[in-house]
């Protein structure tokens, strides 16, 4: 049995195990900063934050084993005055030389900023050991943020981000920060990365504000440019099902390509919606479930969130679901929960 919920304090350890899988910028392997995410996460769930404040933790759990198995996050709001959103843009420069006779279409990046920036979905992570199951966790833990952004449209902006991890190096070293990012900074990636966590400010002071002409980088980079890494396919795939694009920029630090959508104008945000539980009279497989999805509940109490897969009947308002679903919830009867079908 699986159960996605908000993440609690004593989950650091477990959180700490499934981060090493990733290790990125949203959710590092470091134990500190792990903490503080814990404490904003909760912050944010309880109501204590600004609206555009909030970051929210979601971890997936395995209730059999009482392990934290995936997570998944939602920046209500990234970039601000003080810590902006920083990417370059992808860009192109056309040249022509009548005496020659030659035509040139250039690639270019220049450096850009957003102060009020989209909210941003992030720090998918999956346990290899539970991934390709049959359950589908992995869809679990990126569909949850958009029955959440649904439930609770107006705490979140009008465009939502998604930056995917581009191809690295065998030990997480991107070439993109080797060509460009060391010599300006004088950093490994790594140290950049580190850095990057709590202030950017240094990439707005020694970055050049100039246009950089991506003709001059080897090719072995040049060819890197907005694309995206073999395990991070499967994200791209479903992105642009629901209604993402790839917005012709990408991250400064690893050339990771930014995906964007308008927020009401995605597919999974559109579909969530609030619903009454009735009890279903038959079983979990007979003719009355034949919708499957997630299912949510929201307290004033801990957990504030907490969801999981399930199939059910949906007529109207109401949703009608098995006994093992309530069980999990603790739902009965006439409570509201989130729905947001596959």
């Not at 990365?193 to 707005?204: A, L, M, P, W």
């Not at 072995?220 to 209604?243: A, F």
Request: hydrophobic fraction near 35%; aromatic fraction near 10%; glycine fraction near 8%.
């Amino acid at each position: 049995m699986f159960t996605i919920r908000e993440v609690f304090p004593e989950d650091l350890e477990g959180l700490h195990a499934v981060a090493s899988h990733l290790n990125t910028v949203n959710l590092p392997d470091d134990r500190g900063i792990l903490e503080k995410l814990i404490d904003h996460s909760r912050k944010s769930f309880n109501g204590q934050l600004d609206v555009f404040k909030r970051e929210y933790l979601f971890v997936l759990l395995d209730e059999d084993k009482k392990q934290i198995i995936g997570t998944s996050m939602i920046h209500a709001q990234h970039g601000t005055r003080r810590a902006p959103h920083i990417f370059f843009d992808v860009m192109t420069d056309e040249r022509y030389s009548e005496t020659l006779d030659k035509h040139f279409i250039h690639k270019l990046l220049r450096i850009g900023y957003n102060y009020n920036g989209p909210t941003e979905i992030g720090g998918l992570v999956l346990h290899p050991d539970y991934r390709r199951k049959t359950e589908a966790l992995g869809k679990w833990l990126s569909y949850v943020r958009f029955l959440y952004i649904g439930l609770h449209r107006a705490s979140f902006r009008d465009e939502v981000l998604s930056e995917l991890l581009p191809p690295l190096q065998d030990d997480g070293t991107s070439l993109l920060w080797e060509a460009l990012g060391r010599h300006f900074t004088g950093m490994s990636y790594q140290e950049a990365d580190r850095v990057s966590q709590s202030n950017k400010e240094f990439i707005r002071a020694l970055f050049p504000a100039d246009s950089i002409y991506i003709s001059l980088l080897p090719y072995s980079v040049q060819k890197l440019i907005g694309q995206v890494g073999p395990d991070t396919k499967g994200v791209e795939k479903m992105l642009r099902r629901i209604g993402f694009e790839y917005a012709d920029r990408i991250d400064p630090f690893d050339g990771g390509p930014h995906f964007i959508a308008k927020t009401d104008d995605i597919t999974l945000v559109k579909a969530s919606k609030s619903a009454r539980v009735v009890a279903l009279p038959g079983g979990e497989d007979g003719p009355d479930t034949s919708l499957a999805g997630l299912i949510s509940i929201e307290r004033d109490r801990a957990p504030h969130f907490s969801a999981c897969g399930s199939r059910f009947r949906l007529e109207g308002t109401d949703v009608g679901l098995p006994a093992a679903t309530m069980k999990q919830l603790g739902l009965q009867p006439g409570d509201n929960v989130g729905v947001l079908p596959f």
